[in-house]
T-cell receptor, first 111, second 113 residues
Framework: GESVGLHLPTLSVQEGDNSIINCAYS??????FIWYKQESGKGPQFIID?????DKRQGQRVTVLLNKTVKHLSLQIAATQPGDSAVYFC??????????FGKGTRLHILP | DGGITQSPKYLFRKEGQNVTLSCEQN?????MYWYRQDPGQGLRLIYY???????QKGDIAEGYSVSREKKESFPLTVTSAQKNPTAFYLC????????????FGPGTRLTVT
């Protein structure tokens, strides 16, 4: 079946450095990709999305890169702050409206 | 105040009892979703509905049932057939059409003993 996976379950980054969280997906028919942030005990919050006809999209302090050739997605967070500490999920949506989530990467910010 | 609400936040039940989790949205969204999240895991899709009076099974629908009689409501029933029901349950909605962003509710933590 289709799957979405993150490369690392945890990532520790020095405050002020850039963070890069990676994700791989299996279904080449996926046409929409989303990154979510989840804080403890809360529902996921939308961060940024990208359509399959793009390879890069930028938001405020965040950039998503999509490489369809190798079915790889990444989230870059610039100048990581303590408030960025959370679990980050990538998700893929297909034309049937199903949205499949990866397992998540916990981002730890080191002082 | 627009948004998606789930109630209650914490729910406790005895094994063998059915329990219904509430999900309401006033965003006028067409699509609604139910996910289950276990500790340290991602979200797994239980059921989703793209339109009123219609819904589809997700990846782990066994032991669950849903209804979509109204656009704003998508209740999930966890039946006694669900072998391991203790989990964090998340409901989400999406506008549909050309809009893909999902909005999540705060979640319901169900504990079955």
């Amino acid at each position: 079946g289709e799957s979405v996976g993150l490369h690392l379950p945890t990532l520790s980054v020095q405050e002020g450095d850039n963070s890069i969280i990676n994700c791989a997906y299996s279904n080449s028919a996926s046409d929409y990709f989303i990154w979510y942030k989840q804080e403890s005990g809360k529902g996921p919050q939308f961060i940024i999305d990208i359509r399959s006809n793009m390879d890069k999209r930028q938001g405020q302090r965040v950039t998503v890169l999509l490489n369809k050739t190798v079915k790889h997605l990444s989230l870059q967070i610039a100048a990581t702050q303590p408030g960025d500490s959370a679990v980050y999920f990538c998700a893929c949506m297909n034309r049937d409206d199903k949205i499949i989530f990866g397992k998540g990467t916990r981002l730890h910010i080191l002082p | 105040d627009g948004g998606i609400t789930q109630s209650p936040k914490y729910l406790f039940r005895k094994e063998g009892q059915n329990v219904t989790l509430s999900c309401e949205q006033n965003l006028n969204h067409d699509a609604m979703y139910w996910y289950r999240q276990d500790p340290g895991q991602g979200l797994r899709l239980i059921y989703y509905s793209q339109i009123v009076n219609d819904f589809q099974k997700g990846d782990i629908a066994e032991g669950y049932s849903v209804s979509r009689e109204k656009k704003e409501s998508f209740p999930l029933t966890v039946t006694s057939a669900q072998k391991n029901p203790t989990a964090f349950y998340l409901c989400a909605s999406r506008a549909g059409g050309g809009s893909y962003e999902q909005y999540f509710g705060p979640g319901t933590r169900l504990t079955v003993t």
